[in-house]
């Protein structure tokens, strides 16, 4: 199993960016996934799943609105489209697996990729 | 939102020595689907426990979890260099928005 975050880099207070994450090594549409960041020196944030093939999306509060899940199952990859950026989303951002459809725990976690947003 | 207190914040510790940590959840975690995963500096969070006190996949049998409802515990039966990190907690149960304990970081006494 394998997921591979893409797309990190600096940002303007107010712009977008959209981050990629590349899964393998198991069955890509029946598994749930998520993103997870977590600021310099501070702790995890949960930010929002999307459920395997045509299940639901859930975002935490702090990016509803913003920040737009999606998915693509012919290439097993997970996209997070991030509009408004803020200084306080500065972080790295984490892809990582669902053990289930729906949810569940995270069995499986990419490097992480870096969004730093600053004028 | 159910909001988790890991305790106590940093634990000083020699290796060999057990390690216990604390989270404290503000309600009853659903069918304790608590997870525990561990974070080193630089790295990725790796997964140690789920559903209180399974052992994910190649996690050494020195690490354990337990507890119910509101209350749980990781335990490091012998503590090895190699368990030197951040420990943090993590309900997936059925209240959204999913949340992290603040963590505990073990460190060398």
């Known amino acids: 199993v394998q997921v591979l975050e893409s797309g990190g880099g600096l940002v303007q207070p107010g712009g977008s960016l959209r981050l990629s994450c590349a899964a393998s090594?198991?069955?890509?549409?029946?598994?749930?996934m998520t993103w997870v960041r977590q600021a310099p020196g501070k702790g995890l944030e949960w930010l929002s799943t999307f459920g395997g093939s045509g299940a639901t999306t859930y975002y935490a509060d702090s990016v509803r609105g913003r920040f737009t899940m999606s998915r693509d199952n012919s290439k097993n990859t997970l996209y997070l489209q991030m509009n408004s950026l803020r200084a306080e989303d500065t972080a790295v951002y984490y892809c990582?697996?669902?053990?289930?459809?729906?949810?569940?725990?995270?069995?499986?976690w990419g490097q992480g990729t870096l969004v730093t947003v600053s004028s | 939102e159910i909001v988790l207190t890991q305790s106590p914040g940093t634990l000083s510790l020699s290796p060999g020595e057990r390690a216990t940590l604390s989270c404290r959840a503000s309600?009853?975690?659903?069918?304790?689907?608590l997870a525990w995963y561990q974070q080193k500096p630089g790295q990725a969070p790796r997964l140690l426990i789920y559903?209180?006190?399974s052992r994910a996949t190649g996690i050494p049998d020195r690490f354990s979890g337990s507890g119910s409802g509101t209350d749980f515990t990781l335990t490091i039966s012998r503590l090895e260099p190699e368990d030197f990190a951040v420990y943090y907690c993590q309900q997936y149960g059925s209240s959204l928005p999913w949340t992290f304990g603040q963590g505990t970081k073990v460190e060398f006494k």
């Open positions: 309600q009853s975690v659903t069918s304790n689907y």
């Open positions: 090594g198991f069955t890509f549409s029946i598994h749930a």
């Open positions: 990582a697996k669902n053990n289930d459809f729906w949810g569940g725990y995270f069995d499986y």
């Open positions: 559903g209180a006190s």
